[in-house]
């Protein structure tokens, strides 16, 4: 399988280092499974929101010498010796995050986001403290209260949510919430709103509470490098963004902040809440802030957006209902109750003609959340892989077929052809 280059566009293959002789020889049990894996993915059409495929240049950093270097600490100040070439390889991507976000200070070394979100509580908020976040109802993450999570067994999480006729942030209430408990932080940033949160608005609530603005940037950071989203950095005195997803890097969390709060940040990260940092990984994230830089970037997440309209209008046209209307990002949301099928059955009857989405709880969701009313899709791996609106729009209608139950045996031949006929460019 071959991956498109964010920088250079679509590629000649760059090697499977997964698939070498070395793998096979020693352990052809895991080679066979990563075999099936490659051919699971190129025969089924790739729609689950956080996925993406990483570019060749990232896969290659993260294969190299970098994967066995201990580097406790940061460059300059590290607990073990040799890090020389360590640290100036995150230094690299230290400089290419602060200036690609404009930011004064960036930590690369979370290994995920929800490692971030616990380094940024850890950070501001002492154990019992208050913090306002979106609820899980409303598409706030598990890093934003839930009971089976550090964050809602660590933290009092108050929940604000959208309007059940608009489907959008409602602002009065979270500035009634906030009065009302003042909690220590806000976080702005969601799962699966497909709408961009009003920072400046979320910034004027923290300050009159006198409350952290934290921004769950994780979805969106890609469409904020590119510009084609407002950016909470400017606004937040702490911003989580992920460096997987749609930016298309290492699965892994970056963290951007104020100067002020550089040295608290970087403490919660290590020694607080980590060990030694995955370098190579750090040094992937170095290559996919450099690629997110460049013109093809911008284009890639401008096709990312555009496709992710046409499929919205595409679920609308064959009944089903986007949340709020339709999408400003690489994700839509839609209430597929119209068409007689709860979410995990729309999800299950896709899967089965190869179309991988999640099915998705929705604001006021009557139905219990294993069930759901919702499916979500997301557009980062096909437009990865070279498809645009018109694959779009067509994949919208064999989304509605496979809903629609009936004959699922058409459905999942076209949908193997598609996928097939972009397969040998992903
Ligand atoms: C994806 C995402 C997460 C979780 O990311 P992990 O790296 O899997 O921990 C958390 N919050 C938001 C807003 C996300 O989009």
Redesign the pocket.
């Known amino acids: 399988m071959t991956v498109t280059d964010a920088a250079t566009g679509p590629t000649a293959t760059t090697g499977r280092p997964w698939a070498s002789e070395a793998l096979r020889r020693a352990d052809p049990q895991l080679a066979d499974l990563l075999a099936a894996e490659a051919e699971r993915r190129a025969e089924t059409i790739q729609l689950l929101a956080?996925e993406n495929l990483t570019s060749p240049a990232v896969l290659a950093a993260l294969s190299g010498p970098l994967i066995d270097k201990y580097a406790e600490g940061y460059p300059g100040r590290r607990h073990h010796t040799g890090c020389a070439l360590a640290d100036a390889a995150e230094l690299l991507a230290i400089d290419r995050a602060r200036e690609l976000f404009a930011a004064p200070h960036a930590n690369v070394q979370p290994?995920?986001?929800?490692?971030?979100?616990l380094a940024v509580y850890a950070a501001l908020l002492r154990p019992g403290d208050g913090v306002l976040a979106m609820s899980l109802e409303h598409g706030?993450?598990?890093?934003?209260g839930s009971r089976a999570n550090f964050s809602g067994r660590w933290f009092e999480f108050t929940g604000y949510g959208v309007r059940e006729d608009d489907g959008l942030i409602d602002l009065d209430q979270v500035r009634d919430l906030a009065r009302l408990h003042r909690p220590k932080a806000i976080v702005a940033?969601?799962?699966s709103h497909p709408r961009h949160p009003d920072w400046a608005a979320f910034r004027e609530i923290a300050d009159e509470v006198d409350a952290y603005l934290v921004a769950?940037?994780?979805?969106t950071t890609g469409l904020i490098a590119a510009g084609l989203a407002p950016s909470p950095v400017p606004y937040a005195d702490v911003t989580?963004a992920?460096s997987?997803?749609l930016l298309r890097g290492p699965?892994?969390?970056l963290l951007l902040c104020t100067a002020e709060l550089a040295e608290r940040i970087d403490r919660a990260v290590f020694p607080f809440s980590q060990g030694g940092a995955a370098m190579n990984e750090v040094a992937g994230k170095a290559v996919a802030l450099m690629e997110a830089s460049k013109p093809a970037y911008r284009a890639y997440a401008q096709r990312a957006v555009s496709g992710a309209r046409a499929l919205a209008e595409g679920l609308a046209a064959a009944g089903t209902r986007p949340l709020t209307g339709g999408t400003d990002t690489h994700l839509v949301a839609v209430d597929v109750s119209p068409l007689g099928v709860s979410g995990a059955e729309a999800e299950r009857r896709c899967a089965a003609a190869g179309l991988l989405l999640g099915k998705c709880a929705l604001p006021y969701d009557p139905a219990p959340p294993a069930e759901a009313s919702g499916i979500r899709l997301g557009t980062g791996t096909v437009t990865s892989q070279g498809m645009g609106e018109a694959e779009l729009t067509e994949i919208a209608g064999l989304v509605a077929r496979a809903l629609a139950g009936g004959a699922p045996a058409p459905v999942a031949a076209r949908v193997r052809e598609l996928a097939l006929a972009f397969a040998d460019r992903a």
Do not use: E, P
């Open positions: 956080g290994r995920s986001v929800t490692s971030a979100m706030g993450h598990l890093s934003c940033g969601s799962i769950s940037a994780a979805q989580v992920a997987h997803k699965r892994g969390g």
